[in-house]
């Protein structure tokens, strides 16, 4: 049997078990069509998508495979109101608008609403193959629904502990997100701190604590990584990072600049960009927040503030107030075609598990 005939890739009807990670800020239609088409599963971020935007997209991605899609919605509470912090947070935050000559700071609002009744309308009525949640799982009732449907269900974790809560709540398949991966944590049930696992020890605890596949995700970057993820267990892999130096990502200038000077860089946990930790590849506003994290209010409001600061910073070539988010391996990025990026990982995994099977 090759590496890749396993029980993952037989349910979500794919050739190999290389999910591109759903990148709401980053994964663009065409990124997630080209993985599909090369045989891994490609991923459609819809936490930041206004409702009306869901269907047409996802059908624009229909358009250009037949192959099966991810769709991923955010799980998140709703932000907590604290006028204290806010009050604070805006004093912080005032001195970058005065340095930029940007006279109204806009005041907190909601980026995004959390999976609710609307979304489960629209994804039973797009009725994907497959569908992930990040920050847990939602409602019971939903999740019913969706399983109605037959559509399989997949939700991030990053302790053991999560990976039960996923599994008894009815998780077809588990990510064990690692601590090196980029973008926002998975934590819903943990506090972040006991989620500071990294992926060598965090994937095989959770294979074993568990009994539904495993797919291994945070700075996986090569086939030695997904070699490495399957001999801890896994039965598939997610990368994100990975995927955000292909051409079709939808990915700034700067952020692409800052990737490939990634070896030289550091990349941190932080909360300055979305008010929930998230890793990024360290610049200004990240640096600059680092001990302040007590006065950032709660996800997602905080984008809607930080966002004039970006527009600005960037139009004067700065990344200062960018999310630059990136996990552990970034430097270990290849800036090639998803469709040549997904063959090549296969080639580099299929030539060492040769390697071992001749030796
Ligand atoms: C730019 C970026 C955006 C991300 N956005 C999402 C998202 O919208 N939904 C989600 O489930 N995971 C998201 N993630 C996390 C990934 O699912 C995954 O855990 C991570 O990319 C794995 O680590 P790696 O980046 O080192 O490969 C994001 C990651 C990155 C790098």
């Known amino acids: ?3 890749f005939d396993n029980v993952l890739t037989k349910n979500l009807n794919i050739k190999y078990p290389i999910i591109q990670a759903p990148m709401a800020s980053a994964a663009s239609l065409e990124l997630a069509a080209a993985v599909s088409n090369a045989g891994g599963l490609g991923s459609l971020g819809l936490s930041y998508h206004k409702l009306g935007d869901i269907l047409p997209d996802y059908e ?12 991923n919605f955010m799980t998140h ?11 604070k947070y805006m004093n912080e935050i005032k001195k970058y608008y005065e340095e930029y000559k940007i006279s109204e700071i806009p005041s907190l609002a909601n980026t995004t609403e959390p999976f609710n009744s609307k979304h489960l309308d629209i994804l039973l009525k797009m009725n994907p193959k497959v569908v992930s949640f990040h920050f847990g799982l939602p409602e019971s009732n939903y999740i019913k629904s969706i399983k109605n449907q037959n559509i399989y269900i997949i939700s991030s974790a990053t302790t053991i502990k999560e990976a039960k809560i996923l599994e008894d709540s009815g998780a ?13 944590r998975g934590t819903f049930a943990s506090s972040y701190k006991e989620g500071e696992i990294g992926l060598f020890s965090l994937l095989p605890q959770i294979v074993d604590a568990t009994s539904v596949p495993i797919i291994a995700a945070g700075g996986i970057a090569n086939g030695k990584g997904i070699a490495a993820a399957f001999m801890l267990g896994a039965k598939g892999v997610q990368l994100g990072t ?4 292909c051409p079709e990502a939808s990915v700034s200038p700067l952020w692409k600049n800052a990737l490939s000077e990634s070896s ?7 909360k300055a960009f979305t008010g929930r930790p998230a890793r990024g590849i360290v610049n200004r506003l990240l640096d600059e927040m680092e001990n302040k994290t007590d006065i950032i209010p709660d996800f997602p409001t905080v984008g809607s503030v930080i966002k004039p600061l970006a527009n600005a910073a960037s139009s004067k ?5 960018l999310s630059l988010w990136a996990g552990q391996s970034a430097s270990m990025n290849r800036n090639i075609p998803a469709k040549k990026l997904v063959k090549l990982l296969v080639e580099e995994t299929s030539s060492i598990f040769k390697y071992f099977r001749n030796s």
């Open 1 to 3: 049997m090759r590496w």
């Open 60 to 71: 624009a991605v229909l358009s250009m495979t037949n192959h099966s899609i991810n769709l």
């Open 77 to 87: 509470k709703n932000p907590r109101k604290n006028d204290i912090q806010a009050k």
């Open 172 to 184: 077809d398949a588990i990510i064990a997100q690692g601590f090196e991966a980029g973008g926002h």
């Open 242 to 245: 990975a995927f955000l130096s």
């Open 264 to 270: 030289e860089k550091e990349t941190r946990i932080t």
């Open 317 to 321: 070539g700065r990344d200062d107030f």
